[in-house]
């Protein structure tokens, strides 16, 4: 049964390239004015030399984690790509960065979230080049760095591994769309009520579909992770998982 792990990573990595029209919640291209295209693309530069870092430790210390970590952006690519229809005539999309988080930190994550976002705006016209900076610090840095913190908190309270998983992707995914709300807040600030004004215009319209959307990621996560500590417990002891798992 252990060969059902690659053969999941491998279909994840062929469904990367599976070209689809998407919609959803990424920036879109061209809609940042320059100056903070260029603040939030620069502000993303030092996590993605520590991720670097951090991916070069990992494999050395154990080559047998690439396939996991390929798990973890092909999880990611496939959710955040997914077209979600809002009640407010817009579109949602889960993020999938809870997975990635959990197992090989925020710092790992803030790369594989960086490459699916690049492959989604070049292959899928989702999200954009100027406005990769803003969606990779959103999706790819906050979201996972609220993720581990959140497992974290959790497996210290003593509750269950599950329960830890799940809380991390649901609010790593609620955390994304929190920060490109933000984003687009201080970009293009209300004429009434400023930055807290267009802050509550920007966050309201995607609310009421990605809470829904933030509890099915994390049922989800829940079940990969599962389905991993099933089949591949062993790769989980060396990413130093299993002690989180017995508490």
Not at 34 to 54: D, E, N, Y
Not at 104 to 131: C, E, K, N, R
Not at 179 to 199: H, Y
Request: contains cysteine; proline residues 4%.
């Amino acid at each position: 049964m252990k060969q059902l792990l690659p053969k999941l990573a491998y279909f994840g990595v062929v469904f990367l390239f599976i070209p689809k029209e998407a919609y959803a919640m990424h920036i879109m291209e061209g809609y940042l004015p320059i100056r903070w295209a260029i603040f939030w693309f620069v502000l993303c530069l030092p996590f993605l030399v520590k991720g670097l870092m951090a991916i070069r430790k990992v494999v050395k210390e154990n080559p047998e984690s690439k396939l996991l970590l390929a798990l973890s952006g092909a999880f990611t690519f496939v959710l955040s790509a997914l077209k979600i229809p809002s009640v407010t005539g817009s579109c949602s999309h889960p993020t999938g960065v809870g997975l990635g988080s959990v197992l090989f930190g925020p710092f790992v994550m803030s790369v594989l979230g960086s490459i699916v976002l690049l492959f989604q705006a070049l292959l899928l016209a989702h999200g954009g080049l100027t406005t990769l900076g803003a969606n990779i610090f959103s999706m790819a840095i906050v979201g996972p760095f609220i993720a581990i913190g959140v497992f974290k908190l959790i497996t210290k309270w003593g509750l269950s591994f599950s329960v830890a998983v799940f809380f991390a992707a649901m609010l790593g995914d609620l955390g994304t769309y929190v920060m490109t709300s933000i984003q687009l807040a201080l970009a293009f600030p209300a004429e009434i009520g400023g930055f807290l004004g267009s802050f509550q215009k920007f966050a309201s319209i995607f609310a009421i579909t990605q809470i829904p959307l933030a509890v099915s990621e994390g049922l989800l996560t829940v079940m990969i992770m599962n389905f991993i500590q099933k089949y591949n417990m062993s790769e989980l002891i060396k990413l130093r998982i299993l002690k989180a798992k017995e508490s």
